[in-house]
């Protein structure tokens, strides 16, 4: 298995789509992922094996020097072998490289030992409106 990272990689609607309805258990959302990241995102990372995507980031970003991290999924399959750990990684280095200062991520309690421990992100204070 050879995994490969790719920065605003190519990628099909329906293997994100996928994905990311697998990574959150929902069903599928026929989003058009393509247009939307080039939209609004620094970038985004893909993992593939073989040519199969089993992981995805996106980075959005303000224009400035404030990254945020969104929608990172593994495959199931994929898991706990530290390959969104590889992931963050890349979006972070890209984010750096892209003359950002800081790289946010907002999640649930159970994510804490990925984003604090296997990703390096630190506690913070922050707040949140549902709207």
Known sequence: ????????????????????????????LQIDWLTRVQRHSLGWVC?????DLVGFVNVVWDGGVHAFILDTVVAAGRRHAGLGAELVAEAARQAREAGCAWLHV????DLRPFYFD?????????????L
């Open 1 to 28: 298995m050879t995994i490969t990272h790719e920065w605003r990689g190519g990628f099909g609607n329906a293997e994100v789509d996928a994905l990311h309805a697998e990574g959150f258990d929902q069903s599928s």
């Open 47 to 51: 993992a593939r094996d073989d040519g």
């Open 106 to 109: 907002d999640f649930e309690d």
């Open 118 to 130: 296997a990703c390096g992100f630190t506690p913070t204070t922050a707040g949140l409106i549902a």
